[in-house]
């Protein structure tokens, strides 16, 4: 029970941490910024405007864009099909759907009732109520990712891991500063697609493969490279597979190869609303909206390192609570062995595949924002890790470490907001060492002077 109020509490604070900052002054007048932007204009498009012609809602949201860098001139562009691009995905789109369709029935309440509110899909009321079901669908991602991890841990390491990787990591800043990025559906569909897996591992049945399929095809919606995680579940079988042909049963073999076949036709269908939207934009199903942006994939020259250990975004260089979450993941070895291995592999994976990407810093990212579809797995090493070191040491100490672990992040959490994206420069070490101190100290000294 505790563990489920906590739950709701960090999902009831990080909303009323996004609600306080709604009258906030803002330079281009809305909610949904930086990707955001991306994702959200499927939502008018789609049920007010019944096309993906995003041209109205460009001439919406990029306004004070358009005035203010040249960049926004990419969304006057026009595709051979003669509309506007979108390399963003449709995912968040089609979960934000019923929170979007709730606003605009409220706002054609609001105008009939003689409130000035316009039933358009672009003001204050559909912008709040969407990012609001978007931290929702994080919240309910959270819980399902400490069930997912209460598989191998007692309840309070699980619930440890869980808040820490929350906490101490980058997914917090995603479900109060940015909830219109797709981080915070993707922390769902990810702990969705984990908890049924390990629900159903043991089952050989047709409807596991269909679930896991569909539940990886919305995961691809959401973020095309998080859908590579359906491989998990096969190479979690694989060695029963060889074991058995190894004695001549080749029974296992068609079985695994028949349930990979019914789980990728499962994620094929649910993915169909993206290959519908590039066909649609692009006029082809193949493609894609960020290679016809001009990205491009380096897979002979990833980089690794960087994308670990640069102050640009490195993921343990910003956030350190990842390392404990790898380690820990090495000690479920002793527990299970396979888990251990393949969740290194899914961190291993994203790792690749961020590492190859032209762009591998992650824009402008709060930490290495990219591989929160790893969240349950990392929440898995931690509670891991908490359940050790309690046994090892203390739970007192443990709970020393994760608040020092937890201030150390909202210390950069202020610095990010206040300096680092308003100054829109490269990061340095001093940046996430010294100036972590040291911003806040100037903000209030700031503050004291101006009173």
Known sequence: MY???????????????????????????????????GYYVYLPSIWLDRDLDFTN?????????????????????????????NQWAIGPALLWSPFFLLAHL??????????????????????????????????????LTYCFVLRWVQPPAALGGVLLVVLAGNLVYYMTAEPSMSHSVSAF??????????KRRDRNDRLTPALLGAAAGLMALI????????MLPFLDRLPGVVNGMRTGNFVVLRQWLGAAVIAAIAAL????????????????VLRSGYLYAGGAFNWFTPKLAQVMLSPERGLLAWHPIFLGALIGLG????????????????VAIQWYVIASWSDWTQGDAFGGRMFIVCTPVFALGLGVLVEWAAARWSWRMVAVMGALLLIWNFLLFVEYRFDLVAAQ?????????????SRPVDLILSWLRQR
């Open 106 to 143: 409220l706002a054609l309440g609001l105008q009939s009732g003689g409130f000035p509110v316009s039933p358009d899909g672009y003001g204050y009321l559909y912008q709040a109520i969407v990012l609001s079901g978007s931290i929702l669908y994080a919240g309910v991602g959270v819980w």
């Open 223 to 230: 973020r095309p490279q998080d859908g590579l995680v359906l």
């Open 425 to 437: 420069r490269s990061v340095t070490w001093h940046d996430l060492t010294i100036g972590r101190l």
């Open 269 to 284: 269908v649910i993915f169909t609303p993206q290959l519908w939207s590039w066909q649609i934009i692009y006029g082809s």
């Open 57 to 85: 809602e460009y001439a919406v949201f990029f306004a004070y864009a358009m005035d203010a860098t040249p960049d926004a001139a990419f969304h006057l562009h026009r595709t051979p099909q003669g509309v506007p691009p």
């Open 189 to 198: 569909a990810s702990a969705l697609f984990f908890l049924l897996w390990v």
């Open 331 to 346: 000690l479920l070895w002793r527990i299970d062995r396979r888990m251990s291995v393949l969740g290194l592999l899914a």
């Open 3 to 37: 563990s489920r109020i906590s739950i709701l509490l960090l999902t009831t604070l990080c909303l009323i941490a996004f609600l306080i900052t709604i009258p906030l002054p803002r330079a281009d007048g809305h909610l949904i910024g930086s990707d955001g932007i």
